[in-house]
């Protein structure tokens, strides 16, 4: 069955040190997406793509990046892991063309803890 | 400035009787509207759509309810069992934009 998946699902670094989390899916869709989700808050976007070679910025943009070599996997990397991005990652599939809405598949999620 | 708004962090309801769930909207560029499902360490799961060219999308127990002048959306249960207690997130999405805009969501219980 086709699928999405994260890694690593649980991960505890220290303040300073570059993180990067792994979401591959088996679908091939074009579109995907990294979220977090914060007690008290719902889903924030931090970066998607809509295809390979894609990239924005969504809402809490800064302190990540992503980048799309092939259609599979979007990389979650913190450059330099700060206490305040402790958090549950979700990484999130969509089909379709480019851009256009539809329902998002999610991964598992990651949880981060910076110490 | 939030986008998607539910305003009620959480909801409890007696098994057998409906659940309501609300969500408000600010964007009028929001076309498509979405309910997603959460349980504890897992990931959401899509539960019911609805586009902006309708009023209403109904899909067994579930019933999404939209209303685009008033921009408030609900999710009705009906009849509500003890395995839909979850957390409920509406989502919101622009023509051509493949992103989806989350409210805060709603924690749903249903007591046996």
């Known amino acids: 069955d086709a699928e999405i998946t994260q890694s690593p699902r649980h991960k505890i670094t220290e303040t300073g040190r570059q993180v990067t989390l792994a979401c591959h899916q088996t679908w091939n869709h074009n579109n995907m997406f990294w979220y977090r989700q914060d007690l008290g808050h719902g889903l924030r976007l931090i970066h998607y793509?809509?295809?390979?070679?894609?990239?924005n910025k969504g809402e809490v943009s800064d302190g990540y990046s992503v980048s799309r070599s092939n259609t599979e996997d979007l990389p979650l990397t913190l450059e330099s892991a700060a206490s305040s991005q402790t958090s549950v990652y979700f990484c999130a599939s969509s089909p379709g063309t480019s851009g256009v809405g539809g329902e998002l598949f999610f991964g598992e999620g990651s949880r981060l803890t910076v110490l | 400035d939030q986008q998607v708004k539910q305003n009620s962090p959480s909801l409890s309801v007696q098994e057998g009787r409906i659940s309501i769930l609300n969500c408000d909207y600010t964007n009028s560029m929001f076309d498509y509207f979405l309910w997603y499902k959460k349980y504890p360490a897992e990931g959401p799961t899509f539960l019911i759509s609805?586009?902006?060219?309708?009023d209403k999308n109904e899909d067994g127990r579930f019933t999404v309810f939209l209303n685009k002048s008033a921009k408030h959306l609900s999710l009705h249960i009906v009849p509500s069992q003890p395995g839909d207690s979850a957390v409920y997130f509406c989502?919101?999405?622009?023509?051509?934009?493949?992103?989806?805009?989350f409210g805060d969501g709603t924690t749903l219980t249903v007591k046996p």
């Open positions: 989502a919101a999405s622009a023509v051509n934009a493949g992103k989806s805009t």
């Open positions: 609805i586009s902006s060219i309708k």
């Open positions: 793509s809509y295809g390979v070679q894609d990239t």
